[in-house]
């Protein structure tokens, strides 16, 4: 069964970063097509806005003259799913944008844009789709500015407040109560652990990954047809949840990481959040369990070269690498208590870090091995 890893996202932090300089195939190019009127004078606002943002979006994810500056505050990077998505490998500007339709919504001053972007093979002569995304553009005297659709897509969504969190919740699902109170719980927990109130979060609660892709704008994204569900964590404490549930405490565990710890080893930041909440529906205990019996059928396994948290490698539900930083976690916490636990989440290079509590590139493989026949020893009491 195909997977989607909660860390997309953490595509979600690692493209802002500067990104290395890139072969040009070609230079910023919007196509319009032939849908759209472009006589009209709002379209003309609307292309000239549009063409001046996507010819500048990939310079600031704090900034951009032709979006919103409030949705800055709401979403911290609010277009960061079109960040820097022209490059194809060492090729920048390989996906270009075509703008296909300029659409109508229930508010006059409000129109839906949508943007395609697709590269071309010269080789091949063939023609690949990478997104289609949609971006909300606003009509005011002082012009047209553009925001993220999320708030458009969810607006007819049910809004219900439990504790710290605010659920957002598709139409589609009923709301699950006892779900709710025990990810409140979970949240106590983790807050009593990090010596924190809890976190003001927003939870939206969608069926499937397509229909957690459409609300954060897209029309076409690989990814939301691949089979299971998963979610992310956005920054500004938003989480994204593809599994029909209003209990994700893996994604919750993310946004109090990020709170406290932004030059975390995405290693550790994976392994902590397994290690606190599990993965997807199943909880730490029960991937632990899980990789035991796996490992025991497949010895020749060297856990030591699966240390990418992104790597695809799976034993039935359990990731494999987010295990191995969910057992350094749980080792660590065993034998050094919780303040080596959170060292881990210090900036500094991983195998300084993996150093400091004993394990090394020689003897990981053997120490993991080890934590595994062991009963687990949890930090927080988390839920199954």
Not at 193 to 205: G, K, Q, R
Not at 244 to 253: A, G, L, N, P, V
Not at 340 to 350: P, R, T, V
């Amino acid at each position: 069964m195909t997977r989607f890893s909660c860390l997309i996202f953490l595509l979600i932090c690692c493209c802002c970063n500067p990104a290395e300089k890139k072969e040009s195939s070609s230079t910023f190019n919007l196509t319009i097509s032939s849908t759209v009127d472009q006589e009209a004078q709002i379209n003309q606002e609307i292309i000239k806005t549009l063409r001046g943002f996507l010819s500048t979006k990939n310079k600031s994810n704090y900034e951009n003259t032709y979006w919103s500056s409030d949705d800055f505050d709401t979403y911290w990077f609010p277009y960061q799913d079109i960040y820097r998505i022209e490059d194809k490998d060492s090729i920048s500007n390989f996906y270009q944008p075509t703008l296909l339709h300029i659409v109508d919504t229930d508010e006059e001053n409000k129109k839906l844009i949508k943007v395609a972007y697709i590269g071309h093979n010269t080789a091949t002569e063939e023609n690949t789709l990478k997104y289609i995304y949609n971006i909300l553009a606003t009509k005011s005297d002082s012009g047209v500015v553009l925001s993220n659709s999320t708030q458009y897509f969810t607006k007819d969504w049910k809004k219900i407040e439990k504790g710290s969190l605010s659920y957002v919740i598709s139409p589609n699902k009923e709301f699950n109560e006892q779900e709710a109170e025990k990810q409140i719980k979970d949240i106590e927990k983790i807050s009593a652990f990090f010596n924190t109130e809890p976190l003001p979060i927003t939870y939206y609660s969608c069926t499937n990954l397509k229909e957690l892709f459409q609300i954060k704008g897209f029309d076409y994204n690989p990814i939301m047809y691949r089979e299971g569900g998963g979610g992310l964590s956005a920054r500004q404490n938003i989480v994204f949840s593809a599994n029909s549930s209003e209990f994700y405490t893996h994604e919750i565990m993310h946004l109090y990481i990020i709170a406290f710890y932004y030059s975390r080893a995405q290693l550790f930041n994976e392994g902590m959040a397994t290690y606190f909440g599990g993965s997807r529906k199943y909880s730490y205990t029960w991937h632990k369990k899980n990789l035991k019996t796996y490992l025991a059928e497949n010895p020749e396994i060297d856990l030591s070269l699966h240390l990418e948290p992104f790597e695809r490698f799976f034993a039935g539900e359990t990731s494999i690498p987010y295990m191995i930083g969910a057992l350094i976690c749980e080792r660590t916490f065993r034998l050094y208590g919780k303040e080596k636990l959170l060292a881990l989440l210090e900036k500094g290079e991983m195998w300084d870090l993996l150093n400091d509590v004993g394990l090394t590139k020689e003897n990981l493989n053997t120490e993991l091995r080890k934590e595994l026949l062991l009963p687990p020893t949890l930090a927080i009491a988390n839920s199954d």
